[in-house]
């Protein structure tokens, strides 16, 4: 069974700072990960998919990589504003299924 | 980019009421997906559908149903609301196939809200 987890649980910086989430998954028979963003008591919102043959993806200060055979993906946000405070989710979705797997989520804080 | 629709946004009714959550997507994805989250807590997958007259339960036992008659909409069901079913409930679709570019991308509705008094 697939486990993912997303170290650390909480994540308190300084406006403009970078950060750093990270995502690692047990299983590398992956399809692709996905990494998602939640407002408090609002659903998902995708940010970025990276396909298991690529190695990262980018869109704006957003950026995803993965290192499938370690079982790991990093998602990277420069020069952190308030407005990026929220939950970042990654999952995996697996070769054979279409059923994905959550982390718990990274609780992100940016003080201004 | 992905239109899913969830009516209602919030809910509170009284114990032993029917209720169903509507869930609706316009991009004719096959597969959907509802899953169950409480306040700060992890999402849990309750149903999921491949395709028309196809469900199944997911990981987290639930006392609701499913149906899926449409490609479009995959309601859910509870037949008799308790305290316990107080949740938010999150429906998704997934893209898939040769004309996306992001295969199997999976999208999310805003969700319900759900309070049983």
């Known amino acids: 069974k697939q486990e993912v987890t997303q170290i650390p649980a909480a994540l308190s910086v300084p406006e403009g700072e970078n950060l750093v989430l990270n995502c690692s998954f047990t299983d590398s028979a992956i399809y692709n990960l996905q990494w998602f963003r939640q407002d408090p008591g609002k659903g998902l919102t995708s940010l970025l998919l990276?396909?298991?043959?690529?190695r990262e993806q980018t869109s704006g200060r957003l950026n995803a990589s993965l290192d499938k055979s370690s079982g790991r993906s990093t998602l990277y946000i420069a020069a952190s504003q308030p407005g990026d405070s929220a939950t970042y989710l990654c999952?995996?979705?697996?070769?054979?299924?279409?059923?994905?797997?959550f982390g718990a989520g990274t609780t992100v804080t940016v003080r201004a | 980019e992905a239109d899913i629709y969830q009516t209602p946004r919030y809910l509170v009714i009284g114990t032993g009421k029917k209720i169903t959550l509507e869930c609706s997507q316009t991009?004719?994805?096959?597969?959907m997906y509802w899953y169950q989250q409480d306040p700060g807590m992890e999402l849990h997958l309750i149903h999921y559908?491949?395709?028309?007259?196809?469900?199944e339960k997911g990981d987290l036992s639930s006392e609701s149903t499913v149906s899926r008659i449409r490609t479009e909409h995959f309601p859910l069901t509870l037949e008799s609301a308790r305290p316990s079913h107080t949740s938010q409930y999150l429906c998704?679709?997934?893209?898939?196939?040769?004309?996306?570019?992001?295969?199997?991308?999976?999208?999310f509705g805003p969700g319900t809200r759900l309070t049983v008094l």
């Open positions: 998704a679709s997934t893209a898939g196939g040769p004309s996306y570019r992001f295969n199997n991308e999976q999208f």
């Open positions: 999952a995996v979705l697996p070769s054979n299924d279409y059923k994905l797997s």
């Open positions: 990276i396909q298991s043959s690529q």
């Open positions: 991009m004719g994805h096959d597969k």
């Open positions: 559908s491949y395709g028309v007259n196809s469900t």
